[in-house]
């Protein structure tokens, strides 16, 4: 299970309309999983001059909800706070609106926390937010998927949230133009998770698409069939230009102005049955 029941989901504060707006498209997964909301605000600058405006934000989600919800204010760098705080609270979600300007690349020796970097290293799910349009719930899921087993790996999330926001799944793969024996590799596969999901009550289709940029051509399928979620699985091992520039999980968050979940891996043997395990 992704995001179990009874647990709290972590919101971090920075009093910016976007997250403000986090706040609210957390309300039903809130209500859905019986979760306490955490609201985090992390000063650089050692103060609480911001703790009233925090309790007011909270007292007032908690008046319009009738969720239980919580304060926190934290002095350090920002992600590493973050992904501390999750930890100490056993959080089930981290739920964050970036900025514009949020970092996403870093110089080869640079200690600095990016937003790959937090995402990796967060130990919980991560569901990174760009726009302040408010989503009112999640009609459509948008699940990348390749022949990694990580990607195998995200079915069973996909099918938990589906459940819960009664939403379809939208499986979209990206392979490069003219190659065909990817495509014919991944054909048996997709036809496997349809009818894994199916099975499971959840309506699905699936769309593969021929592109050189796969980030971009999933941002744009998401947007242009109005989705509501991406899902993606955090890789595990990264070559030295994806340490560098990124992956392609990492271009979606970047670009997407759809809320993306982020999740890492799991630590397990064997990803061959769908069967087992989901």
Same mark, same amino acid.
């Given at each position: 299970?992704?995001?179990?029941?009874?647990?709290?989901?972590?919101?971090?504060?920075?009093?910016?309309?976007?997250?403000?707006?986090?706040?609210?498209?957390t309300?039903?997964?809130?209500?859905?999983?019986?979760s306490?909301?955490m609201?985090l605000?992390?000063?650089?600058?050692?103060?609480?001059?911001?703790?009233d405006?925090?309790?007011?934000?909270a007292?007032?989600?908690?008046?319009e909800?009738g969720?239980?919800?919580?304060?926190?204010i934290?002095?350090?760098e920002?992600?590493?706070?973050?992904?501390?705080?999750? =930890? @100490?609270?056993?959080?089930? #979600?981290?739920?964050?609106?970036?900025?514009?300007?949020?970092?996403? %690349?870093?110089?080869?020796? $640079?200690?600095?926390?990016?937003?790959?970097k937090?995402?990796?290293?967060?130990p919980?799910p991560?569901?990174t937010?760009?726009?302040?349009?408010?989503?009112?719930g999640?009609?459509?899921?948008v699940?990348?998927?390749?022949?990694?087993?990580?990607s195998?790996?995200?079915?069973?999330?996909a099918?938990?949230?589906a459940?819960?926001?009664?939403?379809?799944?939208?499986?979209?793969?990206?392979?490069?133009?003219n190659? =065909? @024996?990817?495509?014919?590799? #991944?054909?048996?596969?997709?036809?496997?998770?349809?009818?894994?999901? %199916?099975?499971?009550?959840v $309506?699905?289709?699936n769309?593969?698409?021929?592109?050189?940029?796969?980030?971009?051509?999933?941002?744009?399928?998401?947007?242009k069939?109005?989705?509501?979620?991406?899902?993606?699985?955090?890789?595990?091992?990264?070559?030295?230009?994806?340490?560098?520039?990124?992956?392609?999980?990492?271009?979606v968050?970047?670009l997407?102005p759809?809320?993306v979940?982020?999740?890492?891996?799991?630590?397990?043997?064997?990803?061959?049955?769908?069967?087992?395990?989901?």
């Amino acid at each position: 299970m992704i995001i179990k029941d009874n647990q709290t989901i972590l919101i971090p504060i920075d009093f910016s309309k976007q997250s403000y707006f986090s706040v609210k498209q957390t309300y039903n997964l809130a209500r859905y999983t019986k979760s306490k909301l955490m609201l985090l605000h992390v000063s650089d600058k050692g103060g609480t001059e911001r703790s009233d405006e925090l309790v007011k934000l909270a007292n007032a989600t908690r008046e319009e909800t009738g969720l239980e919800v919580g304060t926190k204010i934290m002095t350090g760098e920002l992600y590493s706070t973050i992904n501390k705080v999750a =930890e @100490e609270i056993d959080a089930s #979600l981290t739920v964050i609106a970036l900025e514009e300007n949020a970092k996403f %690349k870093s110089g080869m020796f $640079s200690t600095a926390m990016t937003i790959p970097k937090f995402l990796v290293s967060s130990p919980c799910p991560v569901i990174t937010m760009r726009s302040t349009d408010l989503r009112d719930g999640c009609q459509n899921i948008v699940m990348p998927f390749d022949l990694s087993a990580e990607s195998r790996e995200k079915v069973s999330y996909a099918v938990q949230l589906a459940r819960l926001y009664k939403s379809d799944i939208r499986i979209v793969s990206i392979f490069k133009p003219n190659d =065909e @024996e990817y495509e014919n590799k #991944l054909f048996p596969y997709l036809q496997q998770v349809k009818k894994f999901i %199916k099975t499971e009550g959840v $309506s699905c289709t699936n769309r593969s698409l021929p592109s050189n940029t796969p980030a971009e051509a999933i941002v744009e399928y998401a947007i242009k069939n109005e989705c509501d979620l991406i899902i993606q699985i955090n890789q595990r091992d990264l070559t030295i230009g994806e340490k560098m520039n990124g992956t392609v999980g990492h271009k979606v968050v970047e670009l997407s102005p759809i809320p993306v979940l982020n999740v890492n891996p799991m630590k397990r043997e064997s990803m061959s049955h769908f069967s087992s395990g989901m």
